[in-house]
């Protein structure tokens, strides 16, 4: 099993960053997918950026640009760093992870508010 721990979320103004991390922890350490969603109110969860273990990314169109992920497989850690934030990226924000073998995973949530 795998458990997921998130921080770095917060209050940004807009134009502002902020760094998102999750760090895995447990009996399973090769994911083939690390990844963020968010789900703002009365919206359904979307996929924000996503990371293979081959190293191709994918990003939400409305975040291409501003938006990076990295992965550190050494540290079982993945990172969104979000740059020129908007208020429109205001959602709580949910770490995803598959692991080769195992069932994908989710952490509890980080909330990212953009405004000012």
């Known amino acids: 099993q795998v458990q997921l721990a998130e921080s770095g979320g917060g209050l940004a103004q807009p134009g502002g960053s902020l760094r998102l991390s999750c760090v895995a922890t447990g009996s399973i350490f090769n994911f083939y997918t690390m990844g963020w969603f968010r789900q703002a109110p009365g919206k359904q969860r979307e996929l924000v950026a996503v990371?293979?273990?081959?190293?191709?990314?994918n990003y939400l169109d409305s975040v291409r640009d501003r938006f990076a992920i990295f992965r550190d497989n050494a540290k079982n850690t993945v990172y969104l760093q979000m740059n020129n934030l908007k208020p429109e990226d205001t959602a709580v924000y949910y770490c995803?992870?598959?692991?080769?073998?195992?069932?994908?995973?989710w952490g509890q949530g980080t909330q990212v508010t953009v405004s000012s």
């Open positions: 995803n992870v598959n692991p080769y073998g195992g069932s994908p995973a």
């Open positions: 990371a293979t273990s081959g190293g191709r990314t």
